[in-house]
């Protein structure tokens, strides 16, 4: 199993844990998208413990409905990588950041002139140009909905709702240079960051995971540090350093497992449940 890697940053393990903040893919869910028991039996020890949990990911809402009912989720949802916050009964805006349209059609410019395929997705729509590209059915898969193909995004209903722009390509050096050209281009204007090797994910520079500890600190008047964060990808950096306690899982990379103050096992041995019982359920608030 895991291993304590020992402190990565200057900052102090917390005392008390009152918040937990997850990744989905790639932490909380299987290669193949599924939870597993000790998956939800830890989330359901960290309700036991007094510990509150809460989701965050690069998915949009409607592909993240089906794990409410199984872990009891009960918190604000925050998909789009922060980029709208949503209730967890009715899945209401709470709050939303559209990335802005000017901004949106530098991205698709940049992307489409590197041969990077594009997906566009807004508050309710997931659009494709092509819908047999790279990915488009693993993305099916994951979010549990088919995309709406469209011969172009730049279109007023389209262009001004869009929460979320993703560049998919197989060639995943050329993405990660993507990555890096388009955020120097772009600077403080939008997020970019990979949340897969072949996923290239822009938001609104307020969209990322970072924010989200800032924003469900306040909604739920818990201080960032009672708050533990979990993931595996580039995009949960932002959130390992903006909580009290980060967590990375074994099947980061190791510049991902550098930002954390622990690295529990990958998604595919029960990462999740091994660090909740390891490191988060150790600091839940005392018991009255």
Known sequence: MALREGCRTSQAVPGVIALLISDVDGTLVTNNKQLTRPTVQAVQALSDAGVAFAITSSRPPMGLRMLIA????????????????????????????????DVARRSIAFLTHRHIDIWFDTDQDWLVLDRNGPYVDLEVLTIASAPTPVSTFDHPLTIDRGYKIVGVSQDFDALAQCERDLSGELGPSATVARSQPYYLDITHPEANKGNVVRVLSRLLSIPPHAIATIGDGRNDVAMFGASGLAIAMGNADQQVKAQAQFVSASNEEDGFAFAIKQWVLPRAPPRR
């Open 70 to 101: 199984p872990l009891g989720i009960t918190t604000p949802v925050a998909a789009f990588n922060g980029g709208l916050i949503v209730s967890p009964d009715r899945f209401e805006p709470i709050e939303g950041k559209p990335l802005p349209a």
